[in-house]
Nanobody
């Protein structure tokens, strides 16, 4: 059974930085893709970034390009989301997700339906 455990959330002032971590366990992940999603109250879930397990392919939402960086440490089975220049509108619960269908025709990194496993989420709050 795949387990995803997020950490690193918290309260930060606008302009500050946070790094989220997602520790994955339970499988061999070499054919997986990993994503970071967020959901704010009253808003739809949004994919902010995704990465192939090899690290060779990445996706970013327009709203975070140039501010967020997704990376992966294969040896530690851990995915990171470095968030810089944070804005109040980045406030949300952030979720890590894993997809077994990266090499499938229908895989879409920004589509939550493409992901099979989810973490419990970590709260990020950016104060103005």
């Amino acid at each position: 059974q795949v387990q995803l455990v997020e950490s690193g959330g918290g309260l930060v002032q606008a302009g500050g930085s946070l790094r989220l971590s997602c520790a994955a366990s339970g499988r061999t992940f070499s054919s997986y893709a990993m994503g970071w999603f967020r959901q704010a109250p009253g808003r739809e879930r949004e994919c902010v970034a995704a990465i192939s397990w090899s690290g060779g392919s990445t996706y970013y939402a327009d709203s975070v390009k140039g501010r967020f960086t997704i990376s992966i440490d294969n040896a530690k089975n851990t995915v990171y989301l470095q968030m810089n220049s944070l804005k109040p509108e980045d406030t949300a619960v952030y979720y890590c997700a894993a997809s077994t269908r990266y090499y499938s025709v229908g895989f879409r990194p920004r589509d939550g339906a493409s992901y099979d496993y989810w973490g419990q989420g970590t709260q990020v709050t950016v104060s103005s």
